[in-house]
Nanobody
Framework: QVQLVESGGGLVQAGGSLRLSCAASGRTFSSYAMGWFRQAPGKEREFVASINWNGGRTYYTDSVKGRFTISRDNAKNTLYLQMNNLKPEDTAVYYC????????????????????WGQGTQVTVSS
């Protein structure tokens, strides 16, 4: 059974930074791509970023390009999301997720391609 546990959320002023972490259980972490999603109140869950199994390939939604960086440490079974120059519109619950077996790279923006989710961590950006 795969367990994902996010941490690092909090309250920050606009322009500030946070680094989210996602600790994964199990021995298959390094075999899978991973993704970050977020969900603001009253809105659907949206894709933020994805990373392939070895960190050599990443993809971001347009609104976070140049501000957020996804990375991973396979030796520590941990996924990261470095968030800089945060804006009030970044306020949301952030989730890490692992895709289902067989999911292809181009589909990883779709939350339905993910089989495992963490419980989420709240990020609040004040103006």
């Amino acid at each position: 059974q795969v367990q994902l546990v996010e941490s690092g959320g909090g309250l920050v002023q606009a322009g500030g930074s946070l680094r989210l972490s996602c600790a994964a259980s199990g021995r298959t972490f390094s075999s899978y791509a991973m993704g970050w999603f977020r969900q603001a109140p009253g809105k659907e869950r949206e894709f933020v970023a994805s990373i392939n199994w070895n960190g050599g390939r990443t993809y971001y939604t347009d609104s976070v390009k140049g501000r957020f960086t996804i990375s991973r440490d396979n030796a520590k079974n941990t996924l990261y999301l470095q968030m800089n120059n945060l804006k009030p519109e970044d306020t949301a619950v952030y989730y890490c997720a692992r895709p289902r077996g067989g999911a292809i790279w181009s589909d990883l923006t779709n939350p339905h391609e993910y089989a495992y989710w963490g419980q989420g961590t709240q990020v609040t950006v004040s103006s």
